[in-house]
Nanobody, 125 residues
Framework: VQLQASGGGLVQAGGSLTLSCVAS????????MGWFRQVLGKEREFVAAISWSGSSTYHADSVKGRFAISRDNAKNTMYLQMNSLKPEDTAVYYCAAERTYVDGVTTMSPQYDYWGQGTLVTVSS
């Protein structure tokens, strides 16, 4: 499957952005999905994950209550709604997919098989 992330940009602290990740070349509903982010020089960090159906989600403590992951299997698209953005949210955001027969969520980046190219989010103070 190929993943295309978009929606990043420059926003002021307290603002909102919605990231999208469009999948092609696979049966989207059979992939667990996740969002990760990375700051230059630091390790990739888990942000949020969602199960096949979207019924199960998990968010990192650093974004809980501010970010919300969702998916629309009919549109082969996953979203990350980001509210109350902070300067420390500045990073390149990557979407990822894991082909699995087990539903649920995973926070471990090595488990993901496919990665998008990343979209830059910059939050100014």
């Amino acid at each position: 499957v190929q993943l295309q992330a978009s929606g990043g940009g420059l926003v002021q602290a307290g603002g909102s952005l919605t990231l999208s990740c469009v999948a092609s070349g696979g049966i989207f509903s059979m992939y667990r999905m996740g969002w990760f982010r990375q700051v230059l020089g630091k390790e990739r960090e888990f942000v949020a994950a969602i199960s096949w159906s979207g019924s199960s989600t998990y968010h990192a403590d650093s974004v809980k209550g501010r970010f919300a992951i969702s998916r629309d299997n009919a549109k082969n698209t996953m979203y990350l709604q980001m509210n109350s953005l902070k300067p420390e949210d500045t990073a390149v955001y990557y979407c990822a997919a894991e082909r699995t027969y087990v539903d649920g969520v995973t926070t471990m980046s090595p488990q993901y098989d496919y990665w998008g190219q990343g979209t830059l989010v910059t939050v100014s103070s």
